[in-house]
């Protein structure tokens, strides 16, 4: 008996990348999702704004898979970035030029921009990575096809050129810290980049790698925008486009248990009692909750050893500040909410507020991105704070709580002095609220850290580098799996594809 | 003996290294685990003839061995292993084997069902972070006891009687049967020999007390304390293969490729795909039919001992090697295990090219092998209940 061609657990940008993929080739899909709407890590909230509140990398293939051809300009608005400094002199970067709030130009001599062009062109290289499996997961079938895009991507090498492709090579393995102060004085410009770089990770600007990490970031091409109506109205959009695509959806129920009969899949037990019957499951949560549903029993001792060892310190939490009326900013021109705010003035002080987070601890001095949201007559100030870690000595009981959003307030007292006297209502959700809500280890960004060691062939384990998992059937959509996290769906569609090829 | 080299920092001693040291003529130590082994305490040919006909006595101590225990012990286990323990009562031992998720075997062992939930695995190979592994997200406990249980092996026809005149009642026990005393005293029905005899095992402290107790026992009847290079001609002429030796434990390996599936080691029998999943099951469910090589016993013509030697096809084609290769003395040829390239495994025409060394002359021969199907040497003696008293 089968319900479903296949089952999708867990509707964050990954499960739906999945479902909107399957169905557009006609397969029959459920997407099975335990909270009371989709969206998952990117559109989690309490009373106030979501958890994500920008786009960094939504991939245009996966917008295509949706039927959403026409999400563009009016969907989208593109958000400038302000890093703020303590002289009061704020720097506004747009479209990688950098000038300060009273006009003078910041890069005087051009190197930052040479810098986030480099960037883009990295970048345009590691979307092609990104928008295929890894290398060398491909079964002897298809390995032809492997070799051509290898060959592709070798060839998109060389076309950089010859000391270009050196340096690409020297790069991206380094750290961020020695990649921006060769070219750039520590400072607000260095201090913002490696906090991009660092967001989301267990890792601080000294750690080896992080280059990576920030071209991952600015892999479509630096640009950055937020969804015009919100993050809400943004991921209503794309429900309605799988729903569209006749998807259908359950939410609020929890799937329990993958059933499995002769090493196989045959469905998916929920936690209303009822059984959904399917060959194939994609699984989008985390390795350690599929492992629960799984079973352990039917993973091998390496693949256990591996889920057990995966890294997936959690390090980012969200405050959201209700603010009685929206502050003044009188050289900042334009709508407010069309910029966000880097509390980041060296990579020093990036690299300060990390070291804390290794011992357990959040900076007294930490690094935030906040924007301005209104949503009906609020005013909310909606902050992602790095290196708050999940696993917080003596635990996150209120007390911490109240003492993160007070090392939060205090800091951006530097550009908003009056900040105190406005907050009327404030939430803290800590990567632990995440890791419980949605089943995802440590409430990781990315389900598990994006580390050398843990990308490409070896995400998220090298076993399971082909979306492929234990028993016939199962497949890991989410972000642990290559490229990783973000509101960007490529996990999940690479998933899909792989499903799609193993089916034919 | 173990193949991991453990640093040379010394040897430890045993808890039986008064009595062994006293007994050494030979002074013939080797490395087992890190434990100073006898090879031989006087001289093979009376150990050899005293396994066989007599009694003998070897010290198992530096066996790992590891317990199991707790609620999901059961299941835990038959994920590891490729037999299903659930067959396996109460009170029984049972030989089992483990391989890693390509399908290679990591080591074999016995394995006790000492009780409800309640195991001990002995094995030749450090296995504790593997079985710490394994262990991970089940209810269980794993106990590391190589250093705290010490074991002696009593091998030979007069074996039972010995045990007998010490007090142990093991009428009733049938081969792969264990009995436990109130004093922690556990005696099995097992050995590494092919023939009667009984393993048993204690905590550390009782280790002279039972050295005493058996020996004294054995005055009358033959028992002679021996070392390895006896116990070795007993086990391939009893067809067992050893770690290191005729398998390579695939965590040991370092090349690509050394390690090798039960079917190419011809314990595929012991491989269970219809109890459900475990270790290495989805790639073996594909190897099962694709052995590279085959693991089989042969008489070799001649009497020189054939070990070591590369074996060709109609004298031309290299298609294998001998890895454990002896004079027998009891069946009286020679007799090897040797790895056969799969396509060649039924082929008429094999040859173990033997070279021997005789005062600065090399002598090269071609003996025929003919593959032999049965156990070499497998004396009634070690299946009958109750045994035979001497
Ligand atoms: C504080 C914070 C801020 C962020 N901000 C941004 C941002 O501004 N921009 C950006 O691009 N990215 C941001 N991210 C990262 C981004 O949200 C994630 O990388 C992305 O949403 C991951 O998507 P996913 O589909 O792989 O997984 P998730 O979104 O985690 O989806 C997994 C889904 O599976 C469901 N699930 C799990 N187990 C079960 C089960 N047993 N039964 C049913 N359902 C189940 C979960 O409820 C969840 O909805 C942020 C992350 C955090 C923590």
């Known amino acids: 008996m089968i319900d479903y061609d296949a089952i999708v657990i867990g509707g964050g940008i990954n499960g739906i990348a999945a479902a909107s993929m399957l169905s557009s080739k006609g397969k029959s899909v459920v997407i099975i999702e335990q909270q009371s709407e989709l969206g998952g890590m990117a559109a989690h909230k309490r009373e106030g704004p979501t958890a994500a509140h920008l786009l960094w990398n939504l991939n245009p293939k996966v917008i295509k898979d949706l039927g959403l051809g026409s999400i563009s300009f009016d969907d989208l608005t593109s958000v400038d970035t302000i890093c703020v400094c303590e002289s009061g002199n704020h720097i506004r970067v747009k479209n990688s030029g950098a000038f300060y709030l009273d006009g003078r130009v910041v890069d005087t001599d051009g190197s930052f921009r040479k810098l986030t062009n480099r960037l883009s062109r990295y970048g345009v290289l590691l979307k092609k990575l990104a928008e295929n499996a890894p290398f060398g997961t491909d079964d002897k079938l298809n390995s032809t096809q492997d070799i051509l895009r290898l060959l592709r991507f070798g060839l998109s090498l060389k076309l950089l050129g010859k000391s270009q492709m050196r340096k690409f090579l020297q790069d991206i393995l380094m750290n961020v810290s020695d990649f921006l102060l060769d070219d750039l004085p520590d400072g607000p410009l260095a201090g913002l980049l490696s906090a991009d770089a660092t967001r989301g990770q267990f890792s601080g600007p000294r750690n080896p790698g992080t280059v990576f990490n920030l071209v991952y970031r600015y892999g479509h091409g630096c640009e950055l925008t937020r969804p015009t109506k919100g993050m809400e109205n943004f991921f209503e959009l794309l429900v309605n486009a799988i729903k569209k695509l006749n998807v259908d959806v359950k939410t609020h129920v929890r799937a329990e248990k993958i059933v499995i009969e002769e090493d196989a899949v045959k469905g998916v037990e929920l936690a209303d009692g009822t059984t959904v019957f399917s060959n194939t499951v994609l699984c989008s949560s985390g390795l350690n909750s599929m492992k629960k549903m799984v079973g352990i029993s039917y993973l091998d001792i390496e693949d256990s050893r591996s889920i057990k060892n995966l890294r997936t310190m959690g390090t980012t939490a969200k405050v959201n500040l209700k603010l009685s009326k929206l502050p003044i900013f009188e050289n900042i021109k334009g709508p407010i909410n069309d910029c966000r705010f880097i509390v980041a003035p060296s990579v020093d002080y990036v690299d300060n507020a990390f070291n804390s987070c290794k011992y357990g601890h959040f900076s007294q001095t930490p690094v935030s991105e906040s924007v301005f949201t209104f949503r009906q007559s609020e005013f909310w100030l909606s902050s992602i704070i790095q290196f708050v870690p999940s696993k917080l000595e003596g635990g996150w009981n209120e007390a911490a709580r109240e003492h993160l959003k007070q090392v939060l307030v205090h800091s951006l007292s530097a550009f908003i002095p009056s900040l105190n006297e406005l907050i009327v209502d404030f939430e803290v959700i800590t990567p632990n609220d995440f890791a419980e809500d949605l089943g995802v280890e440590g409430g990781n960004w990315h389900h598990s850290e994006m580390s050398l060691d843990q990308i490409f062939n070896l995400r998220p384990t090298p076993r399971f580098s082909a979306y492929r998992a234990g028993p016939k059937g199962l497949y890991l959509c989410g972000s642990s799996s290559h490229p990783g996290g973000d509101i960007m769906g490529l996990s999940g569609r690479n998933a899909a594809i792989r499903v799609l090829r193993n089916t034919k | ?390």
């Not at chain 2, 009733?172 to 005293?185: A, E, S, T």
């Not at chain 2, 290495?280 to 013509?301: N, Q, T």
């Open chain 2, 1 to 390: 003996m173990s193949i991991t080299t453990d640093p040379k920092i010394g040897l430890i001693d045993g808890p039986f290294q008064r009595q062994l040291e006293a007994l050494s003529q030979s002074r013939s130590w080797y490395n087992w685990a890190g434990y100073a082994a006898p090879s031989t305490l006087d001289c093979i040919e009376f150990e050899y003839f005293a396994l066989r006909n007599q009694a003998s006595l070897f010290d198992i101590s530096p066996l790992f061995k590891y317990r199991v225990k707790g609620s999901e012990a059961n299941k835990m286990l038959n994920r590891l292993v490729t037999r299903d323990v659930n067959k396996i009562k109460v009170g029984r031992v049972a030989y089992a084997i483990w391989c890693n998720q390509d399908g290679m075997l990591i080591d074999d062992g016995t394995l006790f069902h000492l009780g409800n939930c309640d195991w001990r695995l002995c094995c030749q190979e450090p296995m504790l972070d593997w079985l710490l592994e394994a262990a991970w997200g089940f209810n269980i406990e794993i106990i590391d006891e190589s250093a705290t249980v010490a074991g002696l092996s009593i091998q030979g026809p007069t074996s039972y009687s010995i045990l007998s005149i010490a007090g142990f009642t093991l009428d009733n026990i049938k081969p792969f049967d264990f009995y436990q005393d109130r004093n922690g005293v556990l005696i099995s029905r097992t050995g590494f020999t092919g023939d009667l005899g009984y393993e048993i095992f204690f905590p550390h402290e009782k280790a002279s007390d039972l050295w005493d107790l058996i020996w004294n026992s054995g005055s009358d009847l033959g028992l002679r304390a021996i070392g390895y290079d006896a116990v070795n001609i007993a086990r391939i002429e009893a067809g067992f293969m050893t770690a290191g030796i005729d398998f390579m434990p695939v965590q040991s390996t370092e090349y690509l490729h050394r390690g090798q599936t039960p079917f190419e080691l011809n314990i595929g029998k012991l491989v269970d795909f219809k109890k459900g999943h475990f270790n290495g099951r989805r790639a073996l469910l594909d190897l099962k039919d694709k052995p590279r090589s085959c693991l089989l016993r042969f008489d070799v013509g001649g009497f020189k001992p054939a070990d070591s030697a590369l074996i060709y096809h109609k004298k031309k084609y290299e298609v294998g090697h001998i890895s454990s290769g002896i004079w027998s003395p009891t069946v009286k040829k020679s007799i090897a295990l040797a790895h056969i390239k799969t396509q060649y495994r039924n082929s008429p025409a094999l040859f173990a090219e033997i070279y021997t060394l005789k005062e600065g002359q090399w002598i090269k021969r071609m003996e025929k092998m003919v593959e032999n199907k049965s156990p070499f040497y497998a004396p009634p003696r070690a299946k009958q209940t109750p045994p035979f008293k001497r």
